[in-house]
Nanobody
Framework: QVHLVESGGGLVQAGGSLRLSCAAS????????MGWFRQAPGKEREFVAA????????YYADSVKGRFTISRDNAKNTVYLQMNSLKPVDTAVYYC????????????????WGQGTQVTVSS
């Protein structure tokens, strides 16, 4: 069992930066691949980024590639999402998720989800 809690969301102007954190409980955090997803009002939840259990492999949606960076610190049971050059279209609730099988861009492959943190980018 993994319990996930996101933090770091907020209101930022276009072009600004935010760093999201996702703290995980449980001693098996390092065995899970982790992902970030987001859901804008009226839209489906979509993949943002994922990272392997070791942190050696990362994967990004085309819409955030070059602007967002996913990383993890297994000693702190935490995964991060550094978001730079933010745009109004990045406005959404951001969720972290844990995948026991390996990193993926598919929602249904993730086993545990956090409650989400709101990111709002003003123009």
């Amino acid at each position: 069992q993994v319990h996930l809690v996101e933090s770091g969301g907020g209101l930022v102007q276009a072009g600004g930066s935010l760093r999201l954190s996702c703290a995980a409980s449980g001693r098996t955090f390092s065995s899970y691949a982790m992902g970030w997803f987001r859901q804008a009002p009226g839209k489906e939840r979509e993949f943002v980024a994922a990272i392997s259990w070791s942190g050696g492999d990362t994967y990004y949606a085309d819409s955030v590639k070059g602007r967002f960076t996913i990383s993890r610190d297994n000693a702190k049971n935490t995964v991060y999402l550094q978001m730079n050059s933010l745009k109004p279209v990045d406005t959404a609730v951001y969720y972290c998720a844990a995948d026991a099988e390996g990193y993926s861009d598919r929602l249904y492959e993730y086993d545990y989800w956090g409650q989400g943190t709101q990111v709002t980018v003003s123009s």
